[in-house]
């Protein structure tokens, strides 16, 4: 038997007994920019493929969400800052080993981009949109020119936006749950799905749900897969690696991770649209809600339960 | 110059000493501490055996914290002291979840904040506060790359071990065994 304790007494809070130092506004951050990634992502993609038109939602209207997302997404980060006024260091030193410095960096590139992509649809929407400046004008006029061109750095900037949010948490050592290469990967499907998922619910044309779902499917069943391999890979790890895959299987983030991402964010949506591919009819709203709903509460739980991960010594 | 930490646990009796030292030399706000005492038990009674480490930032040479910071706040001092420059520190958090030692916390007025070696002692060439007030003198502060110190004299002749040395890291605090 090992027992092991302080004898000098040490009660720091958010780091005894158990390190709580990220709170609820990480797992939101990760979210929105797993969110923003995926539907840059597929809007690039569709446009590069030229079916602006066919997939509207995709490529003009889901967009409008990006800007507010990241801003959103930057803001949570800013909440979760103890040093709130220094902020701006952030951005007056670029350090590429460190990922929360270029993820930074990232953000700040895509959200630019984002806010010129819908701002070059926003007479689309509201065709009495008056832009003011005629310098304004001329530039709209060439965004549109150049979307093919955009397109591009934008769908590449947005996977690696994604895989960001994974690289984030996988980069820390001292965590064993996050440090695993295929979180990178893991949290870019999972952010193409609730960025698929946030398309279907602002799409109007059957045809183009149709399309989104069949592309959501296939990240959902990658996703299954990422994760399977996840945990294989911390049962054949480490002994505090094994401790990490326990917490799902069997430990206390057992039921929320396989009700609330498995069974209802994942599974559950699939089968709905599997059964609306095969010809049932299916409140959409519902795989759609569920996804987002499942990606969210998936981020939640690996921030929480990577914190309490450490190394035994 | 690389600066390390010996630390004796056959003579550590865990008074705390060291903790309440560092607690006053450096204005350590109340309820926080940057070393601290664990006692590890092993066995059942009566084959008991017991250790005590006086624990702290391990200065690694190869620190996850400085790596992971966005800001260049954490760095290495001479030395291989690693450091936090208060202002321009963002409070972020990254150091402190990449520390496998948990050495870092979150200071009240919003930096991290950790042991420094007292580096203001070492400077005027004197030990750090812990290391000038154990009293069973189980704590050995010097310089690896000087063959005739205190330290690398110690590390010579005792074995030891480092904590968590699988993390990577290369710490250079020392508990002989």
């Known amino acids: 038997m090992k027992e092991e304790l302080f004898v000098s007494g040490r009660n720091i809070p958010n780091i005894d007994p158990y390190l709580h130092i990220w709170h609820w506004q990480i797992p939101i951050y990760l979210f929105l920019g797993g969110l923003a990634a995926g539907i840059l992502f597929l809007a690039g993609v569709y446009t590069i493929l030229g079916k602006e038109k066919e997939m509207p939602a995709t490529v003009k209207w889901a967009p409008f969400l990006v800007p507010f997302a990241l801003i959103i997404g930057l803001f949570m980060l800013f909440l979760d800052l103890k040093h709130k006024m220094y902020f701006w260091q952030l951005y007056t030193t670029i350090r590429l080993e460190s990922p929360m410095g270029w993820g930074a960096w990232v953000l700040m590139i895509m959200t630019p981009i984002s806010i010129i992509w819908s701002a070059s649809y926003i007479r689309e929407v509201f065709p009495n949109w008056d832009w003011k400046f005629k310098f304004l004008y001329t530039f709209e006029a060439w965004v549109i020119r150049n979307r093919w061109y955009i397109a591009w750095p934008m769908a590449i900037y947005a996977v690696i936006l994604g895989i960001y949010t994974g690289i984030l948490l996988s980069a820390f050592n001292a965590r064993p749950l996050w440090n695993t290469t295929i979180l990178g990967p893991l949290f870019l499907v999972s952010g193409m799905s609730t960025g698929a998922a946030c398309i279907i619910l602002m799409s109007k044309s059957h045809e183009e749900r149709r399309i989104i779902s069949r592309l959501d499917l296939l990240f959902i069943v990658v996703e299954l897969f990422f994760i399977t391999h996840m945990i294989m890979g911390f049962l054949a790890g480490s002994e505090v690696q094994i401790n990490a895959a326990n917490l799902f299987l069997g430990g206390q983030f057992t039921v929320p991770f396989f009700v609330f991402v498995i069974l209802l964010g994942l599974i559950f949506p699939a089968i709905l649209e599997v059964l609306e591919l095969i010809g049932y009819k299916m409140p959409i709203i519902i795989p759609a809600v569920f996804i987002l709903f499942g990606g969210l509460i998936f981020r939640f739980i690996m921030v929480e339960a990577g914190q309490i991960t450490r190394y035994l010594y | ?177």
């Not at chain 2, 154990?134 to 590390?155: A, H, K, Q, R, W």
């Open chain 2, 1 to 177: 110059m690389r600066y390390a930490m010996a630390i004796d646990t056959r003579k550590c009796v865990g008074c705390s000493d060291c903790v309440v030292a560092c607690q006053t030399e450096n204005n350590v706000p109340i309820g926080f501490c940057r070393d601290w005492v664990s006692e590890t038990v092993d066995g059942t009674y009566p084959n008991v055996s017991i250790e005590l480490r006086s624990e702290r930032c391990n200065h690694c040479d190869n620190s996850p914290c400085v790596r992971c910071c966005p800001t260049g706040a954490s760095h290495f001092e001479d030395g291989g002291i690693v450091l936090v420059t208060h202002n321009k520190c963002i409070g972020c958090g990254a150091c402190i979840e990449s520390c496998p030692y948990e050495a870092r916390y979150s200071h009240p007025d919003g930096y991290v904040d950790k042991c420094t070696f007292c580096i203001h002692r070492v400077r005027k060439g004197e030990k750090p506060a812990c290391v000038s007030v154990c009293p069973t003198s189980c704590m050995y502060f010097g310089d690896l790359e000087d063959p005739n110190s205190e330290i690398v004299n110690v590390l010579k002749n005792r074995k030891f071990k480092a904590l968590a040395p699988e993390a990577g890291t290369k710490p250079q605090i020392f508990y002989l065994v």
